[in-house]
């Protein structure tokens, strides 16, 4: 399926050092939202896709005035289409849509068709019409196509589209299909996917995969008006184990379950339409079998009927709300974290060559820090930031002395004879397995792509304990002298050569800022380095990089060799439990070019991996946020977003 990253492509990724987070799946992590798709009524005006957006599950607020965001009559061949299902596919980044084809005034046996749409940005929609009547033969008694949705089927790698239909005589069955390559049209005939043991009417399917089982929940059309469930390991085994017991939680006929899970949390919402009524209810369900209401807590600024909810990042939410409007409750859309996937360390450039900022990190979620490549992100403003893929290889030929935990780099562009050089400094894994040393790569664009040097420039630590790694190279604004600091349990600082590739070594200095404690500013790696309106300022993380006690400590100087004076009041940045916000240090500093705007980018640990058996450590994300000064050129301490 193109909508499926391929084996193929895997093993390109992976050969090629990208990883298989970044190039395509969106993580749980990165959702900061929810769409809620679904139409209004039974009148052709108002048989229409509508979208609204929540950014907590509960409170929904309607997109585009809860005008239809789609034009029915254009992809149709009713005029109206009913019963909206959304799905993001396994690549993380391309929508399925499918619908029911039907305006309700023409009669409830009046439909033969659904239509199948397809989007990558959630705005653009493709579309094909599947009318059964003529799309296979034998289908004369055919009475009604209803609500379709997709799903992965896991087993046969192949995306399923699963719905009711009814034929003269006989009962709805909820019946299946798999979707061609391009989402454009059904392969193979339509088969029953799931018939109840007593053999009556079932419709409106809601398939959700927990834990190795298919969950679906359906409505006993015609006989109870409720909703049941069903499960298998196996979607088209046959076999099916059925719950005995309605779920919804109200005495009312229902119909249209639709589920989805809470961003970050082990519970779903189920949620349904009490048609008659005119209602929507919300269930809260930890086990996907016992539900309680929740409607004390659901708010809408429309009625919906029939619809789904996906989560979504803070990209597709931006671009649906410029699209068709942002909602005032909405307030500021959420920035944190800015990049996908986990990464941690991260390194901020502003290039004069592209007029553009760049971030290069660790590259996290590697059991035992064990990444072995640094990427970058570029970025026009600091929110958007786009992939410009693997710029440093330590499994390469690119890097003839290392061989992994590519961790903590750095990097400077620099004129040199009219022409901008781009100097990366790292820290890597020796190929003899001894302790993290400090190399550098160059290369004549802040993307790459980038020659190391040959061998390392950092071998040994001046303290005479503690690994060489967490890089920092600052440029004097004053001297235009060079400098480079590193050190993890100490921090050494020492001029740079104007080559850029080596080292002054006589000018080594041990600069650890003294005392202090884990609650305050005991220095334990992470050094970097700024001058501001006379002042260099030195800040520093201290505590390990998997406790959420992580924080940034701050000192300053009147010299870029120190030494260095802790601030009375030294913390930068630190742990906020009530935004859950976790180990937020190893920082980079940037100033928006003319101006006295300053951010501060670092990596918190991701609020679901806190627990030791989780990898705090390699389970982090990159955050930014204002930095300010007090009158007296003082660090204020970071208010961090979320």
Not at 28 to 39: A, I, P, S
Not at 62 to 78: E, Q, R, Y
Not at 533 to 553: E, M
Request: hydrophobic share 30%; charged share 25%.
């Amino acid at each position: 399926m193109n909508c499926k990253t391929t084996i193929l492509t895997l093993i390109t990724l992976i050969l090629g050092g990208m990883s298989t987070v970044q190039a395509s799946q969106t993580e749980e992590k990165d959702y900061v939202g929810y769409l809620f798709t679904y139409f209004t009524g039974n009148h052709i005006s108002e048989e229409a896709v509508r979208f609204a957006v929540s950014m907590d599950g509960y409170s929904f607020y309607a997109l585009n005035g809860n005008k239809p965001v789609l034009d029915s009559k254009v992809i149709s061949s009713t005029g109206g289409v009913r019963d909206p299902h959304i799905l993001r596919c396994e690549d993380g980044k391309t929508f399925y849509m499918v619908v029911t084809d039907m305006v309700s005034d023409n009669g409830w046996d009046s439909n033969r068709a659904l239509v199948m749409l397809k989007s990558t940005d959630l705005v653009n929609w493709s579309h094909s019409i599947i009318n059964m009547q003529k799309r296979y033969k034998g289908q004369e008694k055919l009475k009604r196509v209803w609500a379709p949705q997709t799903i992965f089927d896991k087993e046969a790698g192949k995306y399923m589209l699963y719905w009711s239909m009814q034929y003269e005589g006989g009962p709805d069955v909820i019946y299946y299909a798999y979707a061609n390559e391009d989402f454009t049209d059904l392969t193979g005939e339509p088969k029953p996917l799931f018939i109840p043991a007593d053999k009556k009417s079932c419709i409106d399917g809601d398939i959700v995969y927990k834990d190795g089982v298919y969950h679906l929940f359906y409505k006993t059309e015609g006989h109870g008006n409720g909703i049941k469930t069903a499960t298998t390991r196996s979607l088209t085994s046959g076999e099916w184990k059925e719950s005995p017991d309605y779920k919804q939680q109200t005495k009312e006929a229902v119909e249209g379950a639709g589920t989805f899970k809470l961003i970050g949390q082990d519970k779903y919402i189920l949620m349904y339409d009490v048609y008659i009524k005119g209602a929507y209810q919300f269930t809260e369900t930890s086990d996907l079998e016992h539900f309680k209401v929740i409607d004390h807590a659901v708010s809408m600024d429309f009625h919906p009927r029939h619809g789904t909810v996906i989560p979504i990042t803070r990209a597709e939410l931006k671009r649906i709300t410029d699209k068709w409007g942002k909602p005032e409750e909405l307030g500021e859309l959420p920035q944190n974290p800015v990049l996908p996937g986990f990464h941690a360390d991260p390194e901020i450039l502003y290039s004069k060559k592209t007029d553009k900022y760049y971030i290069y990190s660790t590259t996290d979620g590697q059991p035992g820090w064990g990444g072995w490549y640094f990427t970058a992100f570029s970025s026009p403003d600091l929110k958007d930031w786009t992939y410009e893929g693997v710029i440093l290889d330590l499994r390469s030929p690119q890097v003839p002395w290392a061989n992994g935990n590519a961790w903590a780099p750095a990097i400077e562009e620099k004129l040199i004879d009219g022409k901008y050089k781009y100097f990366f400094y790292y820290s890597g894994n020796p190929n003899d397995n001894s302790r993290k040393q400090i190399g550098v790569a160059v290369a004549d664009s802040p993307t790459g792509p980038f020659k190391d040097m040959g061998q390392p420039i950092i071998t040994d630590s001046p303290a005479g304990h503690g690994q060489q790694i967490d890089v920092d190279v600052f440029t004097d604004p004053m001297t235009g002298t060079p400098y480079i600091y590193w050190g993890n349990g100490y921090m050494a600082g020492a001029e740079l050569n104007s080559d850029m590739v080596s080292v002054k070594k006589e000018t080594i200095k041990v600069l650890t800022p003294k005392g202090g404690s884990l609650k305050d500013y005991a220095y334990r790696e992470a050094p970097y380095v700024f001058y501001r309106k006379g002042t260099y300022y030195f800040l520093w993380s201290v505590d390990d990089t998997g406790s959420p006690n992580y924080h940034v400590a701050y000192g300053t100087s009147d010299s870029p060799l120190g030494p260095i004076k802790v601030a009375k009041d030294p913390i930068v940045t630190i742990q906020d439990p009530a935004k859950e916000i976790y180990g937020p240090a190893h920082n980079s500093v940037i100033r928006k070019p003319g101006t006295d705007e300053w951010y501060i980018v670092y990596h918190r640990i991701n609020k679901n991996y806190l627990d030791k058996d989780k990898g705090p450590g390699v389970h982090r994300e990159v955050c930014i946020d204002r930095l300010e000064f007090n009158e007296d050129g003082t660090i204020k301490r970071v208010t961090l977003t979320k």
